[in-house]
């Protein structure tokens, strides 16, 4: 594809969804989900968040940024695992490492509405999706938000490439279809997105 758009269905199959499970449980118990706020309004997210890396996506009522710490614990984030590190070097086509990867959590009702990815500083870099756990209704438009708009399926397991002329799209998650894996002890949706953020 060479709108920078790249769909990997099942990248990973059971066993190594089994393994970064494991591996993510190991660093969340050590940066725990947290609910941000949105700017301004500080209305909760649905979906819980967390980070690893040496930069995290928060968001709070000052603004959307990048930092290196936890915002409830005050610790940095743990290291990104190298079973993540080796899903960018594999599929980004870009020669840097990334510095953040956010852990978004979607339990029953959680959804994550239309938006771009834009707090980072080099959008030559793709974003890297990891989907584990319950099915979501991804839906991708334009680079404008009043654009068309469709949907895709992903599964656990799925790999999501946006680069290119896809790195600025919008999208979101419209639902999380419950009970449409066994892979999470307690159901759900966890998906790892993977970002350069700083200039090399
Ligand atoms: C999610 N994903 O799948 C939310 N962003 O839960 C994203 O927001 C996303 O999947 C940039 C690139 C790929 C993504
Ligand atoms: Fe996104």
């Not at 990867?101 to 030559?124: I, P, Q």
């Not at 998650?173 to 350069?196: K, M, P, Q, Y």
Request: with cysteine.
């Amino acid at each position: 594809m060479s709108n920078g758009l790249k769909y990997l269905p099942s990248y990973f199959d059971r066993a190594a969804q089994e393994t970064l499970v494991a591996v993510l449980g190991e660093c969340l118990a050590k940066a725990p989900f947290y609910t941000p706020v949105m700017p301004r309004s500080g209305r909760p997210f649905t979906v819980r968040m967390s980070n690893l890396g040496q930069l995290g996506w928060v968001s709070d009522r000052a603004g959307y940024r990048y930092q290196a710490r936890h915002p409830e614990t005050g610790e940095p984030w743990p290291a990104i695992p190298a079973v993540v590190m080796e899903v960018w070097s594999k599929v980004s086509g870009y020669p840097h490492e990334p510095e953040a990867c956010l852990v978004n959590h979607y339990r029953e009702g959680a959804k994550m509405g239309l938006h771009r990815d834009e707090d980072e500083e080099d959008f030559s870099a793709p974003v890297v999706s990891i989907s584990l756990g319950d099915t979501a209704i991804f839906r991708i438009g334009g680079t404008e938000r009043s654009g068309k708009t469709e949907t895709l399926k992903l599964a656990s397991g799925d790999v999501l490439v946006m680069g290119g002329a896809s790195r600025l799209r919008y999208h979101g998650i419209d639902r999380v279809l419950t009970g449409t894996s066994t892979l999470l002890r307690e159901g759900g949706r966890i998906n790892l997105t993977l970002r350069r953020v700083k200039r090399p």
